[in-house]
Every structure is written in structure tokens, then in C-alpha cells.
């Protein structure tokens, strides 16, 4: 089974409408990731309810069934998906600590939108 990325940054960050935070980093994602902002995964601090969830991540085409490989820009909001996930018994999930940060300084990977 191929593995999702689910990338917990920003949209407008994922999409390449907005700089990165931290200097020389290009804009965009990882080719085929799919984007879910972490803050949509919480409310008032905390986890939102399972159906919320589940809704969340179905709404971003995120499938159940297949290796989930949590991204972000550092490596700290992603950890809130695979939290999502944890709680949602969803197997086979990973987190990418290298995340954008490291990705995106690579000039020898691919990068979308190009």
C-alpha cells in the first residue's frame, strides 16, 4: 500500500500562497501530500470529538487504509495528526520529523505547486 503524507501546515503555506517561516525555505509541499491544518483537528485546546475527526480527515481524502506519514513545518504540529490518529485507532502512522523544514531546503526535491 502507498503511504498518504498528511501535511499539518497551513493552507496557504501548503499551497505556496505564503513565505515560510523560517528563512530559505521554498514555498509549497511534498508532491501528493494532502493538507490538513492541525487547527482544524482542535478546539478550545483540545482534540475535537471522534466523529469530528473522522469527518476532518475524510474531508481531505486522508484514507484510513493505507500508511499515513504525518509532515509539518518542524515536525511539532504534525504530532497533533498523529495524536488525531492515535485516538482514532488508526494503524500504521509515522511522523516525518524532518518535515518541510528539511524538505524544503532541498533544492534537489520536488516540490508542487511548481
Aim: charged fraction near 20%; include cysteine.
Amino acid at each position: 500500500k502507498t503511504a498518504q503524507i498528511v501535511d499539518a501546515r497551513p493552507a496557504a503555506r501548503f499551497n505556496a500562497q505564503a513565505d515560510e517561516p523560517r528563512p530559505g525555505l521554498r514555498r509549497g509541499h511534498i508532491p501528493g501530500a494532502l493538507n490538513v491544518p492541525w487547527t482544524e483537528l482542535v478546539y478550545e485546546g483540545e482534540l475535537k470529538t471522534t466523529d469530528e475527526l473522522n469527518e476532518v480527515f475524510f474531508s481531505h481524502g486522508v484514507s484510513f487504509d493505507r500508511p499515513i506519514i504525518a509532515s509539518c513545518g518542524s515536525g511539532v504540529t504534525a504530532a497533533v495528526v498523529v495524536l488525531a490518529l492515535a485516538t482514532l485507532d488508526v494503524p500504521d502512522v509515522t511522523l516525518y520529523d524532518g518535515a518541510w523544514s528539511e524538505w524544503g531546503a532541498r533544492t534537489d526535491l520536488p516540490v508542487e505547486p511548481t
